[in-house]
């Protein structure tokens, strides 16, 4: 008899332990990476959460880039809608959908301290609005699907590379939040290890591996900009 629960086949664990064993790699690994999976949707839905805090707390969108959470929406939108399509388990992909009702919040509080928004703010904005339901529902050709998921790889780079050259440009972060950009960063790492054991497709991988590159990219600006500041704080006092 199986003992399966949220998808986590138990039967091979508690019949090693059962028998005195310690589970061998091939019955180990896959409870791990769907224990992993479901931690990582767990903790996906607070991961923007400081973002919007420290946005909220002082006001200010100083130093954030709004293209780039722009494109992070879009990005975020193609991927879970690639996700539900191939069928993948809820573990391997469930971070993406509140990752996105986030990403669209704070979008939403960025265009607030936007004030006044563009003409062509609001029509991308629009624009969104009008495709989003038809990509997460799927109903586009097979080919385009496919071209939209290889496409979503160049959406994340391209949504990072604006906040990081902002970064570098004003040797400042500004109201970027430390704790965000650590679990995302720590998020890709993670779901690297758990798509190779769901067997994802290896565009589904490759995105974490790019996540890790481009999220500790940013982390480490958030570290080196902020040591100077710390140190004047401390002279001062």
Same mark, same amino acid.
Request: aromatic share 10%.
């Given at each position: 008899?199986?003992?399966?629960?949220?998808?986590?086949?138990?039967?091979?664990?508690?019949?090693?332990?059962?028998?005195?064993?310690?589970?061998?790699?091939?019955?180990?690994?896959?409870?791990i990476?769907?224990?992993?999976?479901?931690?990582?949707?767990?903790?996906?839905?607070?991961?923007?959460?400081?973002?919007?805090?420290?946005?909220?707390?002082?006001?200010? !969108? #100083?130093? &954030?880039?709004?293209? $780039?959470?722009?494109?992070? /929406?879009?990005?975020?939108? +193609?991927?879970?809608?690639?996700?539900?399509?191939?069928?993948?388990?809820?573990?391997?992909?469930?971070?993406?959908?509140?990752?996105?009702?986030?990403?669209?919040?704070?979008?939403?509080?960025i265009?607030?301290?936007?004030?006044?928004?563009?003409a062509?703010?609001? !029509? #991308?904005? &629009?624009?969104?609005? $009008?495709?989003?339901?038809? /990509?997460?529902?799927?109903? +586009?050709?097979?080919?385009?699907?496919?071209?939209l998921?290889?496409?979503?790889?160049?959406?994340?780079f391209?949504a990072?590379?604006?906040?990081?050259?902002?970064?570098?440009?004003?040797?400042?972060?500004g109201e970027?939040?430390?704790?965000?950009?650590?679990?995302?960063?720590?998020?890709?790492m993670?779901?690297?290890?758990?798509?190779?054991?769901?067997?994802?497709p290896?565009?589904?991988?490759?995105g974490?591996?790019?996540?890790i590159?481009?999220n500790?990219?940013?982390?480490?600006?958030?570290?080196?900009?902020?040591k100077?500041?710390?140190?004047?704080?401390?002279k001062?006092?």
């Amino acid at each position: 008899m199986e003992m399966v629960i949220l998808g986590m086949n138990l039967t091979c664990v508690v019949g090693s332990l059962a028998a005195g064993h310690f589970p061998e790699k091939h019955c180990l690994l896959p409870l791990i990476s769907k224990i992993l999976g479901y931690c990582i949707v767990a903790a996906s839905t607070t991961v923007k959460l400081p973002q919007i805090l420290k946005i909220l707390k002082h006001s200010s !969108i #100083r130093g &954030l880039s709004l293209i $780039a959470f722009e494109l992070e /929406v879009v990005g975020y939108t +193609i991927a879970l809608s690639y996700c539900l399509h191939k069928g993948l388990p809820f573990s391997a992909y469930g971070e993406l959908a509140f990752l996105l009702i986030q990403a669209i919040i704070l979008v939403a509080i960025i265009y607030y301290y936007s004030q006044p928004v563009g003409a062509t703010v609001w !029509i #991308r904005a &629009l624009l969104y609005c $009008a495709l989003a339901p038809t /990509v997460l529902a799927g109903q +586009i050709d097979p080919f385009l699907f496919e071209a939209l998921y290889a496409s979503q790889h160049a959406i994340f780079f391209f949504a990072r590379v604006p906040q990081i050259w902002a970064n570098y440009k004003n040797k400042s972060t500004g109201e970027l939040s430390f704790l965000t950009c650590l679990m995302n960063f720590a998020g890709s790492m993670v779901r690297v290890f758990t798509s190779m054991q769901e067997n994802a497709p290896t565009s589904v991988i490759m995105g974490s591996v790019l996540g890790i590159f481009l999220n500790g990219t940013i982390l480490s600006q958030i570290l080196l900009y902020q040591k100077p500041a710390a140190k004047k704080e401390k002279k001062v006092q």
